[in-house]
């Protein structure tokens, strides 16, 4: 069963307890509002290892290029190609049509460490483009 339940990074990314051990990926409408919109991105590949807060990809926007950071340690099951020749998708609809890719991962530690609402409503800050 898919499910709507949904936790955040502090970097302003979103994920969904999407199926059994499949996470879901985003990032947040605060994200993509700040960035603006969105020209290209890059994406990890299905079958490949990511490990949590380590950079796996990045979304550039007409302001700025922010990296994505894996939300937690797996293996990359899917990626949302669709965005490869639409990445506006993530600009109009960033929590269903715009996820960006989806982790699998035994370690539900990692997933109840993740924030239960989104890090701009906790303590008030932006995303800070360097």
């Known amino acids: 069963m898919k ?3 949904m936790k955040f990074t502090p970097y302003f990314e979103w994920v969904n307890h999407y199926y059994q051990a499949q996470y879901r990926v985003g990032i947040t409408e605060f994200a993509q509002q700040t ?9 990890p590949q299905p079958g490949s290892l990511v490990k949590k807060d380590e950079p796996c990809g990045f979304v550039e926007s007409r302001k700025s290029v922010v990296d994505i950071l894996a939300p937690l340690s797996g293996v990359i099951v899917a990626e949302n190609r669709s965005l490869i020749m ?3 998708q993530i600009n109009q609809s ?3 049509e715009g996820w960006l890719f989806t982790i699998e991962t035994d370690d539900t530690q990692q997933w109840n460490s993740l924030l239960e609402s989104e ?12």
């Open 94 to 96: 960033p929590y269903e």
């Open 119 to 130: 890090p701009h409503l906790e303590n008030g800050r932006g995303i800070q483009n360097d």
């Open 35 to 43: 960035l603006g919109e969105i020209v290209y991105l890059e994406l």
């Open 86 to 88: 639409n990445p506006k």
């Open 3 to 5: 499910t709507k339940v």
